[in-house]
């Protein structure tokens, strides 16, 4: 399978709707702020917006309110996989994207057979805070060379100049949060990441 390059992380409903008219084709609700029936509206609202234009939606952590909401992927991190009923996740038909950052994490990841595998931060994020040090562009080829045809999707410290660098090295997509969120003109932004990224699209 493959996935459309760009990929943007964005906390609220609000921010999928503003991007949208941008054309995006992929977005990840990542909304550690709701809990409880809040959430799950939001999950809920998120998924039908993203149906209606056409988004995939991937719902970050909250993988029983994807279900729930009928959302098409959910990503897991490690911490994530300990307590996600994944036979669940997969009986209801949603894909899964799992977060690796050593080797252990990798093999880990690859034994749930994973719709795509993220290595990061391949660059310092100021997302959250990281326990492992920045991976490096060059580590992306090792990922790559190890999952195949498994889709590989940089994150951290991910710009549109820093981009092609991942591309080269193997990702098939990068996901970012503060490229486009935090620009002046976050429309503008994430249409150039668009027109950047057209061709890297299979």
């Given at each position: ?7 943007p ?16 084709r992929?977005?990840q ?9 809040g ?6 609202d998120?998924t039908?917006f ?17 279900i729930?909401?009928?959302?098409p992927?959910v ?15 997969r ?18 990841a690859l ?5 795509y ?9 100021i ?18 060379q ?5 889709p590989?999707v ?31 003109d976050?429309?503008?932004?994430a249409?150039?990441?668009?027109e ?7």
């Open positions: 399978m493959t996935l459309d390059p760009f990929y992380i964005v906390e609220d409903l609000g921010w999928i709707k503003r991007l949208a008219p941008s054309g995006i992929l977005i609700l990542r909304n550690k702020a709701l809990q409880g029936t959430l799950n509206r939001e999950i809920h998120a039908a993203c149906r209606a234009q056409g988004i995939i939606l991937v719902i970050n952590d909250y993988w029983q309110a994807a729930d909401a009928g959302a992927w990503h897991l991190g490690q911490g994530d996989l300990d307590s996600a009923d994944v036979k669940t996740i009986k209801h038909g949603l894909k899964i994207g799992i977060s690796t950052h050593d080797d252990a994490e990798l093999e880990r034994s749930f057979k994973p719709d595998v993220a290595l990061g931060p391949v660059w310092p994020t997302l959250k805070a990281m326990p492992f040090a920045p991976q490096g562009v060059a580590k992306l080829t090792t990922w790559k190890r999952i195949g045809k498994v590989l940089a994150i951290g410290g991910i710009t549109l100049e820093r981009a092609p660098g991942c591309f080269a090295a193997g990702a098939d997509c990068v996901a970012l949060v503060n490229d486009v969120t935090g620009a002046p976050p429309q503008a932004r249409r150039a990441w668009m950047a990224t057209r061709s890297h699209t299979a």
